[in-house]
């Protein structure tokens, strides 16, 4: 069975850091692309990072760029969401999914077939 698995919420101050764990089981990551989707209550799935399988391209929301940053370790069949200046508008349950190609993989979330249950992140003081 195919799954994704991810880690590493919690409640966190702004300001602070989470780093986030994406680990696969079933299957090896290295043939995937790997994004992270966030979905804040009340509000639409949204797009915050991707990394291609080769990890040559690296994409960012623009509300994230230059706080968080996406990295795999296909040894250890994981992807990571580090997660730093965490403001009270990250709060949201944080999704990773896994697609064959990177491609306008934000855009076809909606398509996506693998994805993980979810971790919530909560940055409150």
């Known amino acids: 069975q195919l799954q994704l698995v991810e880690s590493g919420g919690g409640l966190v101050q702004p300001g602070g850091s989470l780093r986030l764990s994406c680990a696969a089981s079933?299957?090896?990551?290295?043939?995937?692309?790997i994004g992270w989707f966030r979905q804040a209550p009340g509000k639409e799935r949204e797009g915050v990072s991707y990394i291609s399988s080769s990890g040559d391209t690296i994409n960012y929301a623009d509300s994230v760029n230059g706080r968080f940053t996406i990295s795999r370790d296909n040894a250890k069949n994981t992807v990571y969401l580090q997660m730093n200046s965490l403001k009270p508008e990250d709060t949201a349950v944080y999704y990773c999914a896994a697609d064959r190609f990177s491609v306008a993989f934000f855009e076809r979330y909606r398509y996506l077939k693998l994805w993980g249950q979810g971790t919530l992140v909560t940055v409150s003081s």
């Open positions: 079933g299957f090896t990551l290295d043939s995937y692309a």
